[in-house]
């Protein structure tokens, strides 16, 4: 694995835009060892700086390289935290972190956009991110497992790139994202209208404006994408995200058989994310 540091700057690939606008570039800005610009992140964390090919956004991406195979885990996290979330939040540390880097599977724990919700930009951003990793580091596989808003994004972006996705692990998540903005905005201020107002302004607009683009990036309406190995799971009495909208996924998918869906008696919204079964699941089917 061949570290760089300092400034690099490769185009990688030309996305296509309309003729008109001409092609635009997803570049690396810069790849060291993630401990120079974030103390405290072990040696062997590269931190991989890049330019989207959408309004040169600038964002970044943690990897810790496999050490037994071509297969990564692909880690987005939760609304309000950053791309470092599994490295540095002590309980997805011990309990995520360490039995997938035991098990020789590499990371990929993407900062996306902040709360971007898998909106089209983050997604596109991933896609990317995914075809370097195969260019740039030999990747083979890629396995999806995260939570929350992580795992929301897990599920539409499998219905987006299924080709992308190996397996898929979504803990706690949303399965139709118009619903759930209109189920938060009626909520009093707190984190749920929190959650509604920064999925609106990553969409460009409420589900009323962008009907379109929410049903699309909805993977309850795009169940027949979700081909792929799928691990589901929710807490009965999830005050963060309402129980109905991952049992009305699993019940779209209930007679395809590629899907395990556990629902957690009295668990709130971090219980399916500790819940051992899922960690089992992953490395269960990590070289299937």
Same mark, same amino acid.
């Given at each position: 694995?061949?570290?760089?540091?300092?400034?690099?700057?490769?185009?990688?690939?030309?996305?296509?835009?309309?003729?008109?606008?001409?092609?635009?570039?997803?570049?690396?800005?810069?790849? +060291?060892?993630?401990?120079?610009?974030?103390?405290?992140?072990?040696?062997?964390?590269?931190?991989?700086?890049?330019?989207?090919?959408?309004?040169?956004?600038?964002?970044?991406?943690?990897?810790?390289?496999?050490?037994?195979?071509?297969?990564? $885990?692909?880690?987005? %996290?939760?609304? &309000? #935290?950053?791309?470092?979330?599994?490295?540095?939040?002590?309980?997805?540390?011990?309990?995520?972190?360490?039995?997938?880097?035991?098990?020789?599977?590499? $990371?990929?724990?993407?900062? *996306?956009?902040?709360?971007?919700?898998?909106?089209?930009?983050?997604?596109?951003?991933?896609? +990317?991110?995914?075809?370097?990793?195969?260019?740039?580091?030999?990747?083979?596989?890629? @396995?999806?497992?995260?939570?929350?808003?992580?795992?929301?994004?897990?599920?539409?972006?499998?219905?987006? %790139?299924?080709?992308?996705?190996?397996?898929?692990?979504?803990?706690?998540?949303?399965?139709?994202?118009? !619903?759930?903005?209109?189920?938060?905005?009626?909520?009093?201020?707190?984190?749920?209208?929190?959650?509604?107002?920064?999925?609106?302004?990553?969409? &460009?607009?409420?589900?009323?404006?962008?009907?379109?683009?929410?049903?699309?990036?909805?993977?309850?309406? #795009?169940?027949?994408?979700?081909?792929?190995?799928?691990? *589901?799971?929710? &807490?009965?009495?999830?005050?963060?995200?309402? $129980?109905?909208?991952?049992?009305?996924?699993?019940?779209? @998918? !209930?007679?395809?058989?590629?899907?395990?869906?556990?629902?957690?008696?009295?668990?709130?919204?971090?219980?399916?994310?500790?819940?051992?079964?899922?960690?089992?699941?992953?490395?269960?089917?990590?070289?299937?």
């Amino acid at each position: 694995m061949c570290l760089f540091r300092g400034r690099l700057r490769i185009n990688l690939y030309s996305m296509k835009k309309p003729e008109s606008a001409g092609p635009a570039r997803f570049a690396m800005q810069r790849m +060291a060892p993630a401990a120079d610009s974030m103390p405290g992140l072990g040696p062997d964390i590269i931190r991989v700086d890049y330019v989207s090919a959408h309004a040169s956004f600038s964002d970044w991406a943690l990897l810790a390289p496999p050490a037994k195979s071509r297969t990564w $885990v692909v880690f987005l %996290h939760g609304h &309000g #935290s950053r791309g470092d979330q599994i490295f540095t939040k002590p309980d997805l540390r011990e309990k995520w972190l360490r039995p997938i880097r035991g098990s020789g599977l590499g $990371v990929a724990a993407c900062n *996306l956009r902040g709360n971007a919700w898998m909106a089209p930009e983050a997604a596109e951003d991933l896609h +990317a991110l995914l075809r370097w990793l195969r260019a740039a580091h030999q990747a083979g596989r890629f @396995l999806f497992f995260s939570g929350s808003m992580g795992g929301t994004s897990n599920l539409i972006y499998a219905t987006l %790139h299924p080709e992308d996705c190996a397996l898929v692990a979504a803990m706690g998540a949303a399965t139709d994202l118009a !619903a759930y903005y209109h189920w938060g905005r009626q909520h009093k201020p707190g984190i749920q209208r929190q959650i509604a107002s920064a999925i609106a302004q990553s969409y &460009g607009g409420t589900p009323t404006e962008k009907p379109d683009v929410y049903r699309k990036h909805s993977p309850l309406f #795009s169940a027949d994408k979700l081909t792929m190995p799928l691990y *589901l799971s929710h &807490g009965e009495k999830d005050a963060l995200m309402p $129980v109905e909208q991952m049992r009305a996924l699993a019940g779209r @998918l !209930a007679k395809k058989g590629n899907a395990t869906y556990v629902e957690i008696k009295d668990g709130n919204h971090d219980s399916p994310c500790f819940h051992p079964p899922a960690m089992e699941w992953l490395l269960q089917n990590a070289g299937k």
